[in-house]
């Protein structure tokens, strides 16, 4: 039995493409969210058990050692949504942040890794809103987009009108991707309708921003939710969805990444288009790291390895990444302090 | 390929263990062994060495010996020697030793993985967190059992030496699985690994001496099928584990027929892999991947039927095919590869014809285009799709990564086709209803169910089959069971021999009025019937007066009573609560004639009133005590490491044949058939031959009771050929074969068409008035199955 919500896409959407600047250089076409149909989100099973035993077994399937290690953790780099949202942030501190997302491994490891003269930056740098301008014009010219987290983050309940005009403001502000954060409660209680008006607003609301779908899924407890809301989600014209803000009591889990993988993989098996992934909170270590890579490789291919299609919102990682390409090209183990912070 | 070249591609590039720590142990073995003997390697008496070559590069590895007779012959006296004081040692004792396995197996752990991945050619990522953890946690656990035993198992006491036989796809976890709870329980073994992958056996033997086991607790022979041959026939051997071919199997069943060795098979296996379309498809086709990629296929219950619903069927074809392009086949020792090579060339031709012939029936082949290396014996992973129960590759088990599927409408029509094999080792059922998957399970004849799971395996599990699979179980209590046997029956004598048949006297009254003719007949689905050949057998008392007849069964009054016992499903779906309370009736309409019954069998046996009292009095309390046990002998519930439950159910077997003894003809044949259909088997009973009349008046108590018909089928005539009927019957599941030699013997050679269970007294004499020899658990324990549902759970 069919259950569709019709609900006239919002046309402006429907053509887009991504914004110029060269930060989406293999033009994935836009998703254009679809209909709600709510089929695609009763026929959803996932099975708890069964994501784990997949997720577990996965490290011992695959590994990367020497060269392919070394390039494997660059292109995480590349990947990475160089992060800062707490309370004591301060222009100064953005100002810094974005000086390492230019820069963010050292120079002669670059060039013994023979990456000397390549743009390597990180995929973009992630702020509260009161600090897009300030890293808008820290990144000028580097094409390194700036992402807002918006809509009342993290725990999204100020009113809907306001989340509107957060989003509005960040876009004014030169964000080129917006993070949006649902409302959990809409999920909890089974209400995808109005999971999927809410996120069809914030999408409308961000224009040629990208959009990223926060589900918060430490609140959202069990794989099924998960998978629900990232299929409404994506209806609702996602472009990227994400796992956490980092603030809930549980982040980025792989089995969590494993239920929203398969919806991206189901989503476009239906509707042919591309949405990207961001786990979010908790991914600290190059070997972490490696490990969702190899998942998303697994479960959805190659296209999902670059940052047009992956991104990882990450604070401490990359001085960790550091340290293992320094170890790769010296073959000394290396620490902290010899990398330069953001 | 330089960083650079990685980061446009993406590529995983190689990724090796090292193996030097392997290759040095082959080299200070000068990769030449002999057998492991009392504690030391010793040259083959004969000299003859056989080679041992890795799957993956067709090299040449190391020489092994070939045992011959005075090789078994000399670890067969060893390990009799050092039984005694290794069951003198004690529970505590041999925990310690056990104990001292696993910390060894654990220090070790990396040798043995890698050792066991070049040998075997299955990926490093299998031996490393599969194979060698899983055979520490089996002497773990068994070291629990042997400190608990004196205490747990105080009516048993260990069988003596144990030969026993393993397959090459699990070396070193088939050891494990075999020689840990024979060692807990004070066995003591000669182990026999396959050719092709002796080697961790050898290096485990060597390890477990320096880790103090005492000499000739553990010996390990190595050679080909004709070694293993010897071992079987070696009299000094007291039991045969066997894990490995049916075919094989069958032939160890033959030759260990008669001989008083207990036997235990863990066979080959078609098992269906059913997903319904409320099914986590995903998470199914992840399972397909455990199930049939694992090990290369080469799993006794790899899930290589895959039943699909068919409004699902389609997608999950798409989703299982993409799936099969990211796995990746390559070297053993690669560690980011999915499978690795076949065993051994004559495998890989095996699986290739198969292959060929499910072709040539209609199927559609699906393989993996990813590149898998142009030496050695390596096989895509192999997708059969189209595929119907009548296909040579639906019924063949192939042993190789090779997945048949085929669809069906409802939850009835899965079980069918499930349930439709020979075979009954292991299926998988995937739905996200729990009603569902928990209905489905029981049904499915299968020893180890997985719901939403599939090749999970712990020590604390009971793992083995139904049907042709085999009998016996590995793991658990109840794995513990076929390393030990009965104390009561330990004293068993031979059965004094029968006195001459009597003569027959003549039954002339005169002229007083005669009493009414009596006609005893067979009973056969709730009825009196007549035999089919129409014939009469006279029964006499021991002076040979005339009692009546009894009809003369034969062949088709067995096929009558086996359809009449196979229709009568329905006794085993009967609650507990049901079956206890026909007990009881029937212990009550006994009673109710109890006179009669003894006046009975003091005609027929010339026993005094009181005693033939006795023995009604003895079978009515026993039809009591198993109508006690009917609702009690439950399974259990294991805790495997993992968030979820396997529930060990109690399952009937199916129809069982039983030979009843002369002695005790009421008793004995209460003693027999109470504890059957208790459990809710159906029972072919073949009376004393002597003096069948105490049972065929108790048809009539049948009759009363309440007893649905076909669940007791009574079959009167010659024991002897009767019972060589029912063990070449196919759809009996078991036969209890008690009251001569030649009846237990006929019994177990006979019962290798469909390898039913067998229960015989090999011509002991039981004391069928003794409750410690003849009732309650030392026979419940053989009226049931046990299967083990795992249910991992989780949302």
Redesign the interface.
């Known amino acids: 039995m069919t259950q569709s919500v019709f609900i006239q896409n919002p046309s402006p959407l429907a053509m887009q493409t991504p914004a110029p600047g060269g930060e989406h250089p293999h033009a994935i076409p836009r998703n254009s969210g679809r209909a709600l149909e709510m089929d695609w989100v009763d026929d959803i099973?996932?099975?708890?058990?069964?994501?784990?035993?997949?997720v577990a077994?996965l490290p011992?399937?695959?590994?990367?050692?020497?060269?392919?290690q070394?390039?494997?953790l660059?292109?995480a780099i590349t990947c990475i949504d160089l992060t800062t949202l707490n309370g004591d942030d301060t222009t100064e501190r953005v100002k810094r942040l974005c000086a390492k997302a230019k820069a963010p491994v050292r120079s002669d490891v670059i060039e013994k890794?023979?990456?000397a003269g390549r743009d390597l930056h990180t995929g973009a740098v992630c702020v509260y809103h009161r600090f897009v301008a300030t890293a808008v014009e820290a990144l000028d010219g580097t094409g390194i987009p700036v992402a807002a987290v918006s809509t009342g983050f993290p725990a999204g309940l100020v009113p809907h009108d306001v989340k509107l005009k957060e989003i509005e403001a960040s876009v004014r502000d030169g964000a080129q991707e917006i993070d949006i954060v649902i409302t959990r409660e809409h999920v909890l209680t089974g209400d995808w309708r109005a999971l999927y008006a809410e996120v069809r607003d914030f999408r409308a609301a961000c224009g040629n921003a990208h959009i990223k779908t926060i589900l918060a899924t430490g609140d959202l407890k069990?794989?099924?939710n998960v998978a629900k809301a990232s299929m409404v989600c994506m209806m609702a014209g996602a472009d990227f969805i994400k796992t956490s803000t980092g603030k809930e009591g549980v982040n980025a889990t792989l089995p969590v990444t494993l239920a929203m993988l398969?919806m991206i993989r189901v989503y476009q098996e239906r509707t042919g288009y591309k949405i990207g992934f961001k786990p979010a909170g908790g991914i600290s270590t190059a070997k972490d790291v490696l490990n969702y890579q190899f998942l998303m490789?697994?479960e959805l291919g190659?296209d999902w390895?670059e940052p047009d299609l992956f991104r990882i919102g990450a604070s401490s990682l990359l001085a960790d990444i550091e340290r293992q390409l320094e170890h790769h090209v010296t073959g000394h183990y290396s620490a902290f302090n010899r990398h330069p912070v953001g | 390929?330089?960083?650079?070249?990685?980061?446009e591609t993406?590529?995983?590039?190689?990724?090796p263990e090292a193996d030097g720590e392997a290759r040095a142990w082959l080299a200070r073995h000068d990769a030449t062994f002999g057998h492991f003997i009392a504690g030391k390697f010793v040259a083959p008496h004969a000299g003859e060495h056989l080679t041992t070559s890795e799957p993956a590069t067709g090299k040449t590895l190391a020489r092994i010996a070939q045992g011959a007779a005075a090789d078994v012959e000399a670890a067969v006296n060893a390990a009799r020697t050092a039984q005694t004081a290794w069951a003198k040692l004690g529970g505590h004792g041999r925990a310690r030793h056990l104990y001292a396995l696993a910390r060894m197996l654990q220090r070790h752990a990396r040798l043995f993985a890698v050792l066991e991945a070049i040998d075997n050619g299955k990926p490093i990522?299998e031996t490393?967190?599969l194979d060698v953890p899983l055979a520490a946690r089996h002497f773990y656990y068994h070291a629990g059992w042997a400190q608990l035993q004196e205490r747990e198992f105080a009516d048993q006491v260990p069988v003596g030496v144990i030969g026993q036989i393993i397959p090459w796809n699990f070396p070193l976890l088939m050891l494990a699985w075999k020689i840990a709870p024979a060692l807990a329980a004070g066995n003591t073994v000669v182990l026999k690994p396959a050719e092709f992958t002796s080697l961790t056996a050898l290096l485990f033997a060597e390890l477990s001496a320096e880790a103090g086991l005492p000499p000739g607790v553990l010996n390990v022979i190595t050679g080909d099928g004709a070694t293993g041959a010897l071992l079987v026939e070696n009299p000094g051997v007291d039991k045969i584990a066997f894990t490995g071919s049916t075919e094989v199997g069958r032939l160890i069943r033959q030759a260990t027929a008669g001989t008083g060795k207990s036997l235990t098979l863990e066979l080959g296996g078609k098992s269906p892999f059913i997903v319904f379309d409320?099914?986590?498809?995903?998470?199914?086709v992840?399972?397909v991947v455990?199930a049939i990629w694992f090990n290369q296929g080469q799993v006794c219950c790899a899930g290589s039927r895959l039943l699909l619903q068919e409004g699902i069927a389609e997608t999950f074809r798409r989703r299982l095919i993409r799936r099969m392009e990211?796995l990746?086949v390559g070297m053993p020792l690669d560690?980011?590869?999915?499978m690795g090579a076949v065993v051994a060339p004559v495998q890989l031709e095996r699986i290739k014809s198969l292959v060929e012939t499910g072709v040539k029936e209609g199927a559609e082949k699906y393989q993996a285009s990813g590149a898998i290396p142009a030496e050695g014996c390596f096989y895509p992973p192999t997708l059969l799709w189209n595929v119907h129960p009548s296909s040579t590759v639906a019924t063949e088990e192939i042993f190789g990564p090779v997945l048949v599927a085929m669809t069906f409408r409802t939850p009835d029509e899965a079980v069918m086709l499930a349930n439709n094999t020979r075979y009954g080792l292991a299926a998988s059922v995937w739905s996200?209803t729990i009603g569902l998957a928990l209905d489905i399970a029981p049904k499915l004849l299968a020893g180890v169910v997985w719901v939403?799971?599939t090749n999970l395996f712990d020590a604390s599990v009971g793992f083995g089959g139904y049907r042709e699979s085999g009998f016996g179980r590995e793991g658990g209590r109840e794995g513990m069971y076929e390393y030990l046997k009965p104390r009561a029956w330990s004293g068993r004598k031979a059965r004094a021999k029968a006195s001459p048949l009597p003569t027959a006297a003549g039954a002339s009254t005169g002229f007083d009025v005669p009493p009414i003719d009596r006609t005893a007949k067979l009973f056969v689905g709730g009825k009196q019937v007549r035999p089919d050949g129409n014939y009469s057998r006279a029964v006499l008392s021991p002076k040979g007066r005339r009692l009546g007849e009894a009809g003369e069964g034969n062949r088709k009054d067995i096929r009558n009573a086996v359809a009449a016992a196979r229709s009568a499903e329905g006794w085993a779906r009967a609650t507990a609560h049901n079956r206890a309370q026909i007990l009881y009736y029937l212990a009550e309409n006994l009673s109710a004639r109890g006179d009669e019954f003894a006046r009975r069998i003091a005609d027929m046996t010339g026993v005094t009133g009181a005693k033939a009292r006795t023995e009604v009095d003895a079978s009515i309390e026993r039809l009591f005590s198993y109508g006690a046990w009917a609702d009690k002998f439950e399974g259990s519930i294991h805790a495997p490491p993992?968030?979820?439950v396997a529930l060990a159910m109690h399952e009937p077997i199916g129809v069982v044949g039983v030979a009843c003894p002369d002695e005790a003809p009421l008793l004995g044949f209460i003693s027999l058939v109470a504890p059957l259909i208790a459990m809710g088997n159906r029972v072919v009973a073949v009376p004393s031959e002597r003096h069948p009349l105490a049972a065929t008046d108790f048809y009539q108590v049948l009759e009363t009771s309440d007893v649905p018909g076909g669940v007791v089928n009574i079959v009167t005539g010659d024991r002897d050929d009767l019972v060589k009927v029912l063990a070449e019957h196919d759809d009996v599941d078991a036969l209890w074969a008690f009251g001569s030699q030649e009846a237990s013997t006929a019994a177990e050679r006979l019962s290798i068409g469909n390898l039913k269970r067998t229960l015989v007294d090999h011509g002991l004499a039981l004391d069928w008035y003794d409750r410690a020899t003849s009732e309650g658990p030392i026979l419940l324990r053989h009226a049931v199955q046990v299967k083990n549902i795992w249910i991992?759970?989780?949302?």
Do not use: H, Q
């Open positions: 099973r996932i099975n708890l058990s069964a994501a784990e035993r997949r077994s011992g399937r695959r590994t990367v050692k020497k060269d392919a070394a390039a494997w660059l292109k890794l023979g990456f069990t794989l099924r398969r490789k697994e190659r390895l | 390929m330089s960083v650079a070249n990685y980061f993406m590529e995983y590039g190689p990724a990522r490393r967190d409320d099914a986590d498809i995903d998470g199914a992840e399972g455990d990211t990746r560690k980011a590869i999915d996200e939403n799971a993992l968030r979820g991992p759970y989780g949302d």
